[in-house]
Every structure is written in structure tokens, then in C-alpha cells.
């Protein structure tokens, strides 16, 4: 039987050395895998660079006008660190159907190795059209001397407007990573600040009874615009704990900064409110008023808060309101010297908008108990109008116009507007979609403008009344934690929660 | 050198052809014989209780000490790998190292033998290792399996000449690339043991 065996063994192996090809050792045996591996390798390829604005289209910004500088890069890739054909590296952009004058353009190396792909980079400035399209072109030559031609698909824009207002589009800027909460101002220069929370860090703590901690380190920050494309990123409240995940021990839901709301006033100082966590089962409204260069923190108040919101009178004061469970709306006014503090017996389920009359007294509206409801100050004496009755709504935003009429928008089940008109309401329905995350503000022309979050297709939208109807306009992906910001010439800023958890601020370019 | 390379190759693989014939050889004359010795010793019925000898006490210790297993160590030198084993009984665990043209490869293996006296042994194996390479303008990595078939000759009590075949499986991969691919390969070296058999 053995003998058989060691036959079979010894035609089998005469057969392998004959037949296949053998080996002799293990070396001599990778060596042809390694060998296909490369010539599987010997190719080339253009990706999206993995940077801001250019990881999706390759190009920034996707809207300006004439005097924007569009920047377009590209990626080449060759796992064999080899070149492109000298020169090859081209750009083609389209208007309409034709190569624009000087189309394609080569472009020029950036950075990197083409191992891990080298970066190409091309500016340029475009004449107004909405009909631009573009791709990215390389040549490669293969070890057998093969010329590969690599392209990218075309991809629609930029949309260059002529800088007649006639037409517009939103200019969409990356700014940082972030977690929660947005607030825009326009500054005295008319460039947007943005406050948010964002994150740097996760600390994990191991707890003595085994348990593992996870902690972010959120701080308040501050994006301002510089220039045409750069955002100065500053730290206004640092330091900021916040417990994100313990799951082993049934603790209360990750709790974070909340409510985080800007205002600037006529002097042109910004001052920025936000609830904290202060302990596992109490808030801290936290108040942050720039002083000569640095920013100045109190706490107000303290217990289980929601739905704050700041707002300025003619003199630059702060009026701030916000709900206090068992308590009820609290309503505090800095007075020049101190702060007054009043509180309204009525419950707030959800946010708390609040804006100031010409007369300087406080206007506030809320969903409670089903109400929508507008609650003012006039002669030193509270009134509360129960608007109209509502199954749901969390988010609502009041804004008084010149003549003191009060628009309020807010969310319930639908995107709604009402406006008061002599003693009675008249409502609007905007977008019938589930809507949540709403910003408004009143134009020039005393109309409102709304961005909002629609989480059905995860989406921003922008709403503005044209011509006797609601004109809505998706903007982007992502979308949460919306703030509107409108200056008195007519410009328009969001920011938002991105797809990516980044912050992003678009811009209406005009 | 490519070319001598090759002819090395080929005078290598006759080499090992030559011995694995000798194998076959080897194996033939000595069942013969054990055949023989074995017919010699039924058939002979002439025998008488004096013929008989009573076993020494040398030879019953001798037998003794053939029934607690094996167990020693052994370092392999061949082409182009270092290993070191241990072998326990007919078990042989082993970890090897090859290298060469910037390819390395680290398996470890485990192979079953005939436990005997005899001068020529098979045995079978199984090996797995990883592959790292850099080499052809390429950085990677891999894996390889593989069963091997192998014949052991000792030169003396505790060196030994071996050689071994065996399909080996192999993968891999650089990047975003992989490759898979089934090979069949030729190993030979000697075996230098800790203490004799």
C-alpha cells in the first residue's frame, strides 16, 4: 500500500514538474504573484481630491460671479508612484456645448506623491453663465508603453451670475468639523460670524467599577469670513464637558449645549446665549457678551431649561426668555445695570422665540398645550393671544416688521406662517413636508425668508414669497441646526449642520 | 545569472528527482528484505529450544527506551529558508523564515512522519505563513497555505538531508490590488537535530 502511495507521490510530482512548473521554494513561488500584482497595478486612475469643497465635484465654489476665482483640483493616482505623460493633466470646461475659449487647460502639480495621488490644481475666473460644465482629463503609459487616456464624468457649473441681482445662487463655504447648534450674524463689515458647538476630542475615562466613560470636549466657537473663501476659526467657551455615551449603566441620554443663539445689536456688539450641562440632571444658561477684545461669561439662571432665546432693544440691551420647568416662561431684561427678571405662569413645549418692539417691550411666541401662542409686553402688563390650535410643533421663529406686526413661522407637521392682520391671523402653509429646524428673518421688503430642514430627503431648503407665492429651493444635503441671517442690503447667509458634520454656511451670491 | 540560475534549477529538480527514485529504491530493498528475513524466520522450523537465546538485558533496555516518544529540536537550512522545529514523537511543529529579491515569507508548519529507524522517511504536512514583500516597485503583503508531501533522508543519527513538494496557495496585495494564484513548489534542505534518534 505504502508503495503505491510513494508512486502516485512520485508521478504526481514528476507531473507538477513538467506540466505547471515548480518552484523551488517558496520565494521563487510569490514571485509571479508579485509580478501580476504589478502588472495589475500598472494603472492610473483620477479621483475627487478628499478635501473640503472639492470631495464630491472636484471644483469650488459650484456659484459666484465674474470676479469669483473658481478653483478646480484633481487627484491622479498610480500605485507604482509613476507619472502622468508630461502635460497631460488637463481640464476641459464647457459653456453649452462648446469648449470655452483656451479649453482644456493644463494644469498645474499641487502636492503629493503619485503613489497616494498627486493633487493638480487649475484657477481661473469665468464670464456669467449658467451653463458650465467641466472634466479632468490624464494621459499614462503603461510599462508595455500602452497610453491609457483617464477622464472624470462631466459635471454640471459653476453657475457664474452677472452681478445684476436679477439672478442669484448660493454659495456654499466648508468651514470646520462641528456637532451641534449654529447661530449667524452679520457683522458691521457684512461678513458672517457663525457661532456652534464643535468638537476637538473624545476623552474615555475607565471608571473604578469597570465602566468606560466617553466625554467630548465641546467648546463654543466663532467662524468669520476673511476673505472671499477663508474662515478665521476662534474658541469663544472652552472646556465645555459633555457626557456622549454610557451605555453600561442606563444613565440619562447624551445631554449636550443646546439653544445656542446669537444677537447683535445696534452698536454692533454680539452677544451669544447657550444652555450647558451643569450637572447630570441640571442646565446653565450661560450668557457671552464681547468685551474690548475678550468675551466676558455669567450664568443667568440654572435648573431644567429650554427654549432660550436672545434678542436687542433700541438701546442695546438684552432680553432674554426661556422656560423653567415647574416655574414657567422666564422673561430677563438687562436694565444697564442689572437684570430684571419676570416670570409668566404658562408652559413652553418647545422653543421660545423672542424679538423686541420699536417701543423696546419684548414680543414672545411658543407652542403650549397645543396653542400656538403670542405673548407680549405693552404698558407693563402681560398678554398672552392663543393664535390657533395645534397637534405638534417645536420650532416656531417671531419677527416683528416696521410697523410691529407680528409673523411668526413655525413647524407642525408642515411649515407654517402666520401673520397678523388688524385682530385676526392669516395662515400660510409653505411646505407641507414634515419640517424641522427652522430659521426666519424678515428681507428688505419686510417678507419673510425661512431656511429649513426637511429630514425626509435629509435636505437644507430656503423659502422666500415671490410674486404672491412661496418659491422653495433645496440648497444641500444635511441641513440641521439652521440659522438665517438677512442685512439690510439684502444679503443672505445660512449656516448649517452638513452632511458630514461639518459646518457649512451658504452664501446668495447675487 | 538568470540563465545559471535555471541550470541550477534544473540540476537541482534532477538532483531531487534522482533522490526521490532513490527513495522509491531504497523502500523496495528494504521491504525485500524485511520480507525476506521475516519468510526466513517462520519457515525455518529446525529450530530448537537451545537456538532460542534468552534476550541480554542490554538488548531489553535497548527496546525500552524505543517506546517513550521522541523529542528533540532541529534547526532546517535550505533553499533559501531558516526553520527551527520540534519534534515530538512522529510530530514535527516548526516555524520557518525564507527570504530573497525583497520577498520574505514567515510560516509555520506541522508535519506528521513515520516514527522509525529507518533511513529514508515521508511525511505530510501543513503550512501557513505570511508574505511581505518590496520589491518590482511595489510594497505588499500576503498570505500563503499549503500541504506538503516530503521525504526525509538521514545522512547520519542526527542530520538529514529532506526534500518536499507541495501546491501552495498564495495571495496578495498592495493597495487597492490583490492577487491570488495556486503554485507548486520544491523545497530542499538538510536538518541538523538537538540529539540523535
Redesign the interface.
Known amino acids: 500500500m505504502?508503495?503505491y502511495?510513494?508512486?502516485g507521490?512520485?508521478i504526481?510530482?514528476?507531473r507538477?514538474?513538467c506540466v505547471?512548473?515548480?518552484?523551488?521554494?517558496?520565494?521563487?513561488?510569490?514571485?509571479?504573484?508579485?509580478?501580476?500584482?504589478?502588472k495589475?497595478?500598472d494603472n492610473a486612475s483620477l479621483e475627487w481630491v478628499d478635501e473640503f469643497y472639492y470631495k464630491t465635484d472636484g471644483l469650488d465654489f459650484e456659484c459666484g460671479n465674474s470676479s469669483t476665482t473658481f478653483t478646480y483640483k484633481v487627484k491622479y493616482k498610480n500605485?507604482?508612484?509613476k507619472p502622468p505623460k508630461d502635460g497631460s493633466v488637463l481640464l476641459h470646461i464647457f459653456k453649452g456645448e462648446f469648449e470655452i475659449n483656451g479649453s482644456p487647460f493644463v494644469m498645474d502639480y499641487l502636492s503629493g506623491e503619485f503613489?497616494r495621488g498627486a493633487v493638480y490644481k487649475k484657477s481661473i475666473t469665468l464670464n456669467a453663465g449658467n451653463d458650465y460644465s467641466y472634466y479632468f482629463e490624464a494621459k499614462y503609459v503603461k510599462d508595455d508603453g500602452t497610453q491609457v487616456n483617464l477622464t472624470t464624468s462631466k459635471m454640471p457649473g459653476p453657475k457664474v451670475t452677472d452681478g445684476t441681482g436679477n439672478d442669484g445662487c448660493w454659495q456654499i463655504h466648508w468651514i470646520d468639523n462641528m456637532s451641534y447648534e449654529t447661530s449667524l450674524q452679520f457683522d458691521k463689515n457684512g461678513k458672517p460670524n457663525i457661532f456652534y458647538v464643535g468638537n476637538d476630542e473624545i476623552i474615555q475615562k475607565d471608571l473604578e467599577y469597570g465602566a468606560t466613560y466617553y466625554y467630548v470636549t465641546d467648546k463654543i466657537k466663532l467662524a468669520t469670513l476673511m476673505d472671499e473663501k477663508n474662515w478665521s476659526i476662534s474658541d469663544i467657551d472652552t472646556n465645555i464637558y459633555t457626557e456622549i455615551n454610557d451605555s453600561d449603566h442606563y444613565l440619562p441620554p447624551p445631554f449636550l449645549i443646546s439653544s445656542l443663539h446669537s444677537n447683535v445689536d445696534l452698536n454692533e456688539d454680539i452677544r451669544v446665549i447657550y444652555l450647558g450641562m451643569k450637572t447630570r440632571t441640571e442646565l446653565k444658561l450661560i450668557y457671552l457678551k464681547e468685551t474690548e477684545g475678550a468675551w466676558a461669561k455669567s450664568e443667568l439662571a440654572s435648573g431644567a431649561l429650554s427654549g432660550v432665546d436672545i434678542c436687542t432693544d433700541s438701546l442695546s440691551y438684552p432680553h432674554i426668555s426661556y422656560y423653567k420647568s415647574g416655574q414657567g416662561i422666564n422673561y430677563l431684561k438687562w436694565n444697564g445695570s442689572s437684570w430684571i427678571s419676570e416670570i409668566i405662569s404658562d408652559i413652553a413645549d418647545g422653543m421660545i422665540s423672542i424679538y423686541c418692539d420699536s417701543s423696546n417691550n419684548p414680543h414672545l411666541a411658543y407652542v403650549g398645550n397645543k396653542n400656538l401662542k403670542h405673548l407680549y409686553k405693552d404698558q407693563g402688563n402681560w398678554t398672552i393671544e392663543n393664535i390657533l390650535g395645534i397637534n405638534s410643533g417645536y420650532f416656531v421663529s417671531l419677527l416683528l416688521d416696521v410697523n410691529n406686526i407680528p409673523n411668526i413661522v413655525y413647524n407642525a407637521s408642515s411649515l407654517n406662517y402666520v401673520k397678523k392682520s388688524g385682530n385676526t391671523w392669516i395662515i400660510n402653509n409653505i411646505d407641507e413636508r414634515e419640517v424641522s429646524f427652522l430659521s426666519a428673518k424678515l428681507d428688505s421688503n419686510n417678507l419673510p425668508v425661512i431656511s429649513y430642514y426637511i429630514p425626509e430627503d435629509n435636505s437644507l431648503y430656503f423659502a422666500s414669497y415671490k410674486n404672491g407665492s412661496w418659491v422653495k429651493e433645496n440648497i444641500d444635503r444635511g441641513g440641521k441646526y439652521n440659522s438665517l441671517a438677512v442685512t439690510p442690503s439684502g444679503n443672505l447667509a445660512i449656516s448649517y449642520k452638513g452632511d458630514d458634520n461639518i459646518l457649512k454656511c451658504a452664501i446668495w451670491i447675487k | 545569472m538568470d540563465k545559471i540560475g535555471e541550470k541550477m534549477k534544473v540540476v537541482f529538480k534532477l538532483l531531487l528527482i534522482m533522490m526521490w527514485c532513490n527513495a522509491f529504491n531504497v523502500y523496495g530493498e528494504n521491504n525485500e528484505s524485511m520480507i525476506s528475513s521475516t519468510k526466513s524466520a517462520f519457515s525455518d522450523t529446525s529450530l530448537t529450544k537451545k537456538d532460542i537465546k534468552k534476550p541480554k538485558e542490554k538488548d531489553i533496555k535497548e527496546e525500552s527506551t524505543q517506546t517513550t516518544p521522541l523529542e528533540r529540536g532541529v534547526i532546517n537550512l535550505g533553499y533559501p529558508y531558516i526553520g527551527l522545529g520540534y519534534n515530538y514523537g512522529n510530530w514535527l511543529y516548526g516555524i520557518r523564515g525564507a527570504f530573497g529579491n525583497g520577498i520574505s515569507v514567515y510560516a509555520f508548519r506541522i508535519s506528521i512522519f513515520e516514527n522509525s529507524n529507518k533511513k529514508t522517511l515521508p511525511y505530510i504536512g501543513l503550512e501557513l505563513g505570511g508574505i511581505s514583500f518590496d520589491t518590482y516597485s511595489l510594497e505588499g503583503n500576503g498570505v500563503e497555505s499549503g500541504i506538503f508531501f516530503g521525504l526525509e533522508h538521514y545522512i547520519s543519527k542526527n542530520i538529514s538531508f529532506s526534500s518536499e513538494f507541495y501546491p501552495v496557495f498564495i495571495t496578495v496585495k498592495s493597495g487597492d490590488y490583490r492577487v491570488n494564484r495556486l503554485e507548486f513548489v520544491l523545497n530542499f534542505g538538510f536538518n541538523f537535530y538537538w540529539r540523535n534518534r
Open positions: 505504502k508503495k502511495f510513494e508512486i507521490l512520485i504526481l510530482f514528476l507538477a514538474n505547471a512548473g515548480v518552484h523551488i521554494g517558496i520565494i521563487d513561488a510569490v514571485k509571479p504573484a508579485v509580478k501580476e500584482l504589478r495589475k497595478s500605485w507604482l508612484n503613489k
